[in-house]
């Protein structure tokens, strides 16, 4: 069982950055690829972009590309998303998910099996 505790959520500006770090529980946190993932209110939970639990390959969401970096450190058992650049389109709640494999990048909500409660971020323009 993995538990997973998002924060670093908030209200910023158009054009500012925010961090967002996921913490994990459990001891073998460098054998699950991690991802963020974003829900808008009336919208469907949408990828953001994933890491490999191995070698920290990463992919992004086009739309996010060149604005946020996703990151690890399996040694603090924390994922981050540094989100640069922000618009008010950003704007959702931040999701950091989990599942057990070591050297994927799963970008489909449904191959992830643990999740956050999710952080707030808004974009005000």
């Known amino acids: 069982q993995v538990q997973l505790v998002e924060s670093g959520g908030g209200l910023v500006q158009t054009g500012g950055s925010l961090r967002l770090s996921c913490a994990a529980s459990g001891r073998t946190f460098s054998s699950y690829a991690m991802g963020w993932f974003r829900q808008a209110p009336g919208k469907e939970r949408e990828f953001v972009a994933a890491?490999?639990?191995?070698?920290?390959?990463?992919y992004s969401a086009d739309s996010v590309k060149g604005r946020f970096t996703i990151s690890r450190d399996n040694a603090k058992n924390t994922m981050y998303l540094q989100m640069n650049s922000l618009k008010p389109e950003d704007t959702a709640v931040y999701y950091c998910?989990?599942?057990?494999?070591?050297?994927?990048?799963?970008?489909?909500?449904?191959?992830?099996?643990?999740w956050g409660q999710g952080t707030q971020v808004t974009v005000s323009s």
């Open positions: 998910a989990a599942t057990y494999n070591p050297y994927g990048l799963p970008i489909a909500v449904t191959a992830y099996d643990y």
């Open positions: 890491i490999s639990g191995t070698d920290g390959s990463t």
